[in-house]
Every structure is written in structure tokens, then in C-alpha cells.
């Protein structure tokens, strides 16, 4: 299996800036002119990924400063940025000239691999302060259309594309696996307390129109109309290895089973859809019959899918 994960990098060394970084936080009384003073070779103050910037040694700079990023220049900035520090250098960002909603702005940095720690306002500007703490994303072309199809994982653990509506902002999906890690999941098996759904997404999900494209993939015969829902990978890390391998032996499902307030934690989603993967591969037509009805009178009653 292709594994879509973006792995923490191996961090070495603590990284120290005088005045400004100590132990991995930023002091927001810093003056950022005072950056300009400092001559040492493992800081770069630029105002994009400039000429200066490109000619550093990889994996060299343990801080950099984009004075000036705009809009149509972050994914060179940051990609420049990934390539010139060292596994958990800093980003120093103005974000004066970036018309981004935050969330969306998060997505794009991890995406890159950054992670954001804070957001100061020094010398009276905006600014982001990142650390380069995860493996870019192996995805060479994000979703970012109201129509999107996003990578889950499939029967046999094979790459499968599933389509669906735009009910987050823009990038949210690089941001599933840090929330999981931070924040854990609810009794339902979502992420607790998601910022990442829009207004419009609210009311998508709770009529689920957001999942309509989806009967392209049934149609396509990616998924089965009844079966456990696609995973992410993010997610579908978070279960047992004997799960995974009873998952991989059934196609996964547009209907699936449904997980309300009184489901007790993640482990009893885990033994509720590994009771129907048990049940599937002995009996699949009436497991099927039996999921899909209750399934259907759930949805009936308001109950949205994990």
C-alpha cells in the first residue's frame, strides 16, 4: 500500500536564535529589524524565493525570513523554503499581501510540510511562524476545485480516487492527519471540534449532497453501494493491523455504517465495522441486506456518517 501519510522528520537539533526563537517559541516583543543585523549563514532574509535565496546549499538554513510573500508566489516560496532548512528550521512569513482564510493557509503550509506555531503581529505586521516538521505531500496535484477527488484508500490497500463536493476550505485535507495527532477524534470518529467546514459545507453535509458525486465511483464499480466508507489515510492509520487486513479483503462502500452521540469511543466504531467485515465475509449478500436497511432508517432520522 502507497502510503499517502506525511511522516515527521527526524529533528537533531535544537535550534537557537538569540532574541528570537528559544526552545521552539517565538518572542513576540522581537524586533524583525533586528534580523537584518544578524550576520550569521544560517538565516536568510529575502522578500521571496529570490536569487539569494536559491543559491544556499539544501538543508542548510536553520531560519528564513519572507519579508514580502504574495499570493501567486507561496507555493514557490514554501517549496524553496522546504528544500534550503534543516529538518525543523523556522519560516518567518509576512502575510500582509496573502488574501487566505486561515484555515486554508494551514493546509497550504502543511502541505508543504510546515507546521504553523504561531501568528505574531511584529513591528506592526502579520506574520506566520512555521517549523519544517513533516515530509512534503507525495501529491503532486491538490484538490482544489467544488468538485474534488481525494486519495483513500481501496480494497487490496490499492490508491482509489473518490469524488465528492467541497464542504471544507481549500488544503483542509493535509491538516486531517496534525488534528488527529493534536486533538484525537470524537465518539462519533471525527476529528473534535473541526474548524475546517464551511458555512455552506454545514448545510451540505447535513443533507449530504456533499456526498453525491459518489455515485460516480458506485457507477464505476471503485466502491460498493453497502461497505465501510473509503478511509483516509490519516484515518485508517488510527485502526489495528488485524482491522486493516480484513478491510483490504472488502471493497469499501457509498452506505456505511453510521456513528451518533452514544457510540462510546473509536473502539467501538472499530468493533462495530469489524463485526460487519466478519459478518461480510461469510455472508455478504445479507450483511449487505441488513447494513443498508438500518443504515438507511439512521439517515432518516438526521444522522450524519462518520
Not at 499517502?4 to 522528520?9: E, R, T, V
Not at 514554501?78 to 519560516?91: D, P, Q, T, W
Not at 478511509?231 to 471493497?251: D, G, L, N, T, W
Request: net charge positive; glycine share 6%; aromatic share 12%.
Amino acid at each position: 500500500m502507497q502510503n499517502y501519510i506525511q511522516k515527521k522528520l527526524a529533528i537533531s537539533e535544537e535550534i537557537l536564535i538569540p532574541g528570537l526563537i528559544d526552545k521552539n517559541k517565538l518572542n513576540p516583543d522581537f524586533n524583525i529589524n533586528d534580523l537584518k543585523n544578524n550576520l550569521s549563514s544560517n538565516i536568510s532574509i529575502c522578500r521571496n524565493s529570490d536569487r539569494d535565496l536559491t543559491k544556499k546549499s539544501n538543508s542548510s538554513l536553520h531560519l528564513i525570513l519572507f519579508s514580502e510573500v504574495r499570493k501567486n508566489d507561496i507555493d514557490i516560496s514554501l517549496n524553496c523554503g522546504f528544500e534550503k532548512l534543516i529538518n525543523g528550521g523556522y519560516l518567518l512569513i509576512n502575510i500582509e499581501n496573502l488574501n487566505f482564510h486561515k484555515i486554508e493557509l494551514s493546509g497550504i503550509m502543511m502541505y508543504y510540510g510546515f507546521k504553523i506555531i504561531a501568528a505574531p503581529s511584529l513591528n506592526k505586521k502579520k506574520y506566520i511562524f512555521a517549523r519544517k516538521s513533516y515530509e512534503k505531500s507525495i501529491i503532486k496535484k491538490p484538490a482544489l476545485n467544488f468538485l474534488i477527488s481525494l486519495d483513500r484508500v481501496g480494497m487490496g490497500g490499492k490508491n482509489i480516487k473518490i469524488h465528492k463536493f467541497r464542504s471544507m476550505y481549500k488544503y483542509s485535507e493535509f491538516l486531517h492527519q496534525g488534528m488527529l495527532e493534536d486533538e484525537g477524534m470524537s465518539t462519533m470518529g471525527k476529528v473534535k471540534s473541526d474548524p475546517r467546514i464551511t458555512p455552506l459545507g454545514k448545510f451540505m453535509r447535513k443533507y449530504w449532497i456533499d456526498e453525491l458525486p459518489q455515485i460516480f465511483d458506485l457507477l464505476t464499480f471503485k466502491i460498493k453501494l453497502v461497505g465501510i466508507r473509503a478511509m483516509s489515510y490519516a484515518f485508517f492509520e488510527q485502526y489495528p493491523e488485524r482491522y486493516k487486513q480484513k478491510y483490504f479483503k472488502v471493497k469499501p462502500g457509498l452506505i456505511g455504517p453510521i456513528f451518533d452521540e452514544k457510540t462510546t469511543g473509536f473502539n467501538e466504531i472499530v468493533r462495530i465495522e469489524e463485526k460487519y467485515l466478519d459478518d461480510y465475509l461469510n455472508n455478504p449478500f445479507k450483511t449487505d441486506f441488513k447494513l443498508f436497511f438500518k443504515t438507511l432508517i439512521m439517515i432518516f432520522k438526521g444522522l450524519r456518517s462518520s
